[in-house]
């Protein structure tokens, strides 16, 4: 009995030794590249980056807001203070964290980017009025490459008619998300941080960093990037700094005892979960997050 369990323990152990010795030296790499300068053996796949996801449209319910005080407002559009404009962020940072984790960008890399480009606020076109609109500024041309459907079919990169004319459209209809998305998917908020994201992925592909990335996102010269990275770091680490997301929770509080958010008192936490709450449901944030990983390859040695 005891030779037979002596058998039994040298088969196991041959058995598990090859299984380690196969997965360390045999089995397929497998993974998603992180976007970062550290280097990987798998990438996007480039082609697959342009392809915007499918999402069910749904109807989107206004949120009423009244008695809601902001500080540093300026024409009332343009906040000033980083706090300020991280607040406005918040509202679709269940958003940013998702297209992060899905194209693993740096954790609040892509949320920076939003606040930088638009502080957060919605239907709020590129101040040059050359045709960048959505959460985060897209211009047509761009967007039509990664599979985004552009009001007027516009394929410029810079167009003052078509920013004008989409304008006017945003100050008929209210503006109201079920009339604009429909013209134009940078109007629905998950389709264009997606396609920020996708952008930027696609930019890192070939080992680019995230710095290089950001500046083909922007499209400005190599001077300007610099500058324009260190303000997207800046939003980065103030929304990943608990201590300064909780400094903003109390200011917020304290300038807003009399806040109501579709008719019920709210306070900061309450506020920004409306908002993420929408998200969810009628943008189709839950579908999103359950779609199958972007596709990868392998990386040419």
């Given at each position: 009995?005891r030779k037979v369990y002596g058998i039994l323990v040298i088969i196991f152990c041959v058995v598990f030794t090859s299984i380690l010795l ?24 480039r082609k697959e980056l342009k392809l915007r996801p499918h999402l069910p449209r749904k109807f989107i319910p206004k949120i009423e807001v ?236």
């Amino acid at each position: 009995m005891r030779k037979v369990y002596g058998i039994l323990v040298i088969i196991f152990c041959v058995v598990f030794t090859s299984i380690l010795l196969y997965i360390t030296f045999f089995q397929p790499k497998s993974g998603v590249k992180k976007l970062s300068e550290n280097s990987s053996t798998v990438v996007f796949n480039r082609k697959e980056l342009k392809l915007r996801p499918h999402l069910p449209r749904k109807f989107i319910p206004k949120i009423e807001v009244k008695n809601l005080n902001l500080w540093g407002e300026k024409n009332g559009s343009e906040l000033v203070g980083d706090d300020a404009i991280v607040l406005m962020g918040l509202r679709w940072k269940n958003i940013t964290d998702a297209v992060e984790e899905r194209y693993m960008i740096e954790m609040g890399g892509l949320f920076g980017s939003m606040s930088r480009e638009t502080d957060g606020i919605e239907f709020l076109g590129n101040a040059q009025n050359d045709g960048g609109f959505g959460i985060i500024h897209i211009q047509p041309a761009t967007a039509c490459e990664f599979g985004l459907k552009i009001f007027g079919n516009c394929k410029a990169m810079i167009d003052e008619k078509h920013s004008k004319n989409l304008k006017e459209k945003i100050e008929f209809f209210g503006p109201d998300y079920n009339k604009l998305i429909p013209l134009d998917d940078r109007f629905q908020p998950v389709y264009c941080l997606d396609a920020a994201g996708r952008i930027i992925a696609f930019h890192m592909v070939g080992e680019k960093s995230f710095k290089e990335a950001l500046g083909r996102y922007y499209g400005t010269n190599k001077s300007d990037i610099d500058g324009y990275v260190a303000e997207v770091k800046r939003y980065e680490r103030f929304v990943n700094n608990p201590d300064s997301l909780e400094a903003l929770r109390q200011r917020f509080n304290a300038m807003n005892p009399d806040l109501f958010v579709n008719g019920k008192s709210a306070d900061f936490d309450a506020y920004i979960k409306v908002y993420q709450d929408r998200n969810e449901e009628c943008f189709a944030l839950a579908e999103y997050k359950k779609l199958p990983p972007p596709k990868t390859k392998e990386k040419e040695q």
